[in-house]
């Protein structure tokens, strides 16, 4: 599969588009195929690694999480074994930034239970905008 990817913290220009392998789901996991995502303030923050605090959570000297990208919606593609909220081509939605973040890529799994229904916010098809203030830091 593909994803975004940064091995060392720096400037938004060091993020590649690299050939990764594609998650399994484990037995309580769900595999999501990736279609929307978005870059928002904290990923750059994360992907920058500053403020320096910011390092705390995603690693002190070297990214711990090696592809950014907090929010998605996607498409179920398949579930583990005990998982019985979801099934394949279930519409979900998530925030991945408790499990290691990862929507940078066609595919995240190890949710720890974070998808949720998006039929249940939006219907297929309907267009969200979302507007966020943001002020650089210098």
């Not at 993020?15 to 978005?38: F, M």
């Not at 994360?46 to 090696?66: A, M």
């Not at 998808?115 to 203030?133: A, R, W």
């Amino acid at each position: 599969m593909k994803a975004i990817v940064y091995t060392k913290y720096g400037p938004l220009d060091a993020l590649q588009l690299k050939e990764v392998e594609k998650p399994t789901p484990k037995d309580n996991e769900v595999l999501v195929k990736i279609y929307a995502t978005t870059v928002t303030p904290g990923d750059v923050i994360v992907v920058k690694g500053e403020p320096f605090p910011v390092r705390f959570f995603s690693g002190l000297l070297e990214p711990k999480h090696k592809i950014p990208g907090k929010e998605m919606a996607g498409r179920v593609e398949a579930v583990g074994v005990h998982v019985t909220q979801f099934q394949p081509g279930d519409e979900v939605f998530g925030d991945l930034s408790v499990c290691g973040l990862g929507a940078y890529a066609d595919y995240a799994d190890d949710m720890d239970g974070q998808p949720q229904p998006l039929t249940e916010v939006v219907q297929p098809g309907q267009e969200v905008e979302i507007s966020v203030q943001f002020t650089a830091p210098d």
